[in-house]
């Protein structure tokens, strides 16, 4: 099991980026997928996540209303759409899969698989 995560970069406040993250290995319907971020000095938090066997899309409450996650499964590939940039989103930015949610919540421990991570930087 492979995941690529691009689409790192540095904005403004205000700003939008989207991330992609592309599996390779297993079929995007057997997992809930999705990202997680780190800042210098802070615990690893879950942004976001999508399951279809769940049938669960998970927003933490920093990003809802301004991120949003999709799939494309013909690709195999998620997306992070997130729009109104905030200095705060500054982190490293890690794509993972993994077979429950439930880890979303809890930090990410734990996870199956984990992708490299990418670079958001939001400048006020």
């Known amino acids: 099991v492979q995941l690529q995560a691009s689409g790192g970069g540095e904005v403004q406040a205000g700003g939008s980026l989207r991330l992609s993250c592309a599996g390779s290995?297993?079929?995007?319907?057997?997992?809930?997928i999705g990202w997680f971020r780190q800042a210098p000095g802070k615990e690893r938090e879950g942004v976001s996540c999508i399951s279809s066997s769940e049938g669960i899309t998970y927003y933490d409450d920093s990003v809802k209303g301004r991120f949003t996650i999709s799939s494309d499964n013909a690709k195999n590939t998620i997306y992070l759409q997130m729009n109104s940039l905030k200095p705060e989103d500054t982190a490293v930015y890690y794509c993972a899969a993994h077979r429950s949610t439930v880890v979303w919540i809890d930090g990410g421990y734990g996870v199956h698989y984990w992708g490299k991570g990418t670079q958001v930087t939001v400048s006020s």
């Open positions: 290995g297993f079929t995007l319907n057997d997992y809930a």
